[in-house]
T-cell receptor
Framework: EAGVAQSPRYKIIEKRQSVAFWCNPISGHATLYWYQQILGQGPKLLIQFQNNGVVDDSQLPKDRFSAERLKGVDSTLKIQPAKLEDSAVYLC?????????????FGPGTRLTVT | AQSVTQLGSHVSVSEGALVLLRCNYSSSVPPYLFWYVQYPNQGLQLLLKYTTGATLVKGINGFEAEFKKSETSFHLTKPSAHMSDAAEYFCAVIDSGYSTLTFGKGTMLLVSP
């Protein structure tokens, strides 16, 4: 079974530029998560989708971050404009369902460096 | 708001020695508890989880953890460390009824020959 795919793996941009990340979850997984992992910290949830609807985006900085999950499969996370403090690894995860008993499977992440 | 505290950002052990990584949580209700491992440049992989039932949970790669409600702890142990165990370990919690994982800051395990 293929795992969660993410691209690109690495991205370097200048502040005020825009950037987009892509995630392809495990086939059949209804729930998709985006996490931000800043160096030296644990991952922090940015947004959770159930199929193509948003379940939780309370920690998403909506003035600059946006995310969508068209057709309930792939998802993109966008930052516009980027700030220095956005430098982090962005992890995508998927699970068969949205409850706590479902294991979340993580992709390899996209490492973003903002200069 | 719930929180997770991992004592020690780095833990060093010799190969063959006991591994003990500490995790304490704050939660007003019985939580779901998890340990994840992250190897360099890779995503997180679930080691083990506690939901209900037996408080001693066995996971992959010889790791186990014990849920102690009175101490609000979920420490991770392995009797004998292997070089391949060198990685970063994250403790996480979900309050029952929700699915949002709250992670600790992580503990880097260093294993020396």
């Amino acid at each position: 079974e293929a795992g969660v795919a993410q691209s690109p793996r690495y991205k370097i941009i200048e502040k005020r530029q825009s950037v987009a990340f892509w995630c392809n979850p495990i086939s059949g997984h209804a729930t998709l998560y985006w996490y931000q992992q800043i160096l030296g910290q644990g991952p922090k949830l940015l947004i959770q989708f159930q199929n193509n609807g948003v379940v939780d985006d309370s920690q998403l900085p909506k003035d600059r971050f946006s995310a969508e999950r068209l057709k309930g499969v792939d998802s993109t996370l966008k930052i516009q404009p980027a700030k220095l403090e956005d430098s982090a690894v962005y992890l995508c995860a998927s699970s068969p369902g949205g409850g706590p008993s479902y294991e979340q499977y993580f992709g390899p992440g996209t490492r973003l460096t903002v200069t | 708001a719930q929180s997770v505290t991992q004592l020690g950002s780095h833990v060093s052990v010799s190969e063959g020695a006991l591994v003990l990584l500490r995790c304490n949580y704050s939660s007003s209700v019985p939580p779901y508890l998890f340990w994840y491992v992250q190897y360099p440049n890779q995503g997180l992989q679930l080691l083990l989880k506690y939901t209900t039932g037996a408080t001693l949970v066995k996971g992959i790669n010889g790791f186990e953890a014990e849920f102690k409600k009175s101490e609000t702890s979920f420490h991770l142990t392995k009797p004998s460390a292997h070089m391949s165990d060198a990685a970063e370990y994250f403790c996480a919690v979900i309050d029952s009824g929700y699915s949002t994982l709250t992670f600790g800051k992580g503990t880097m395990l260093l294993v020396s020959p």
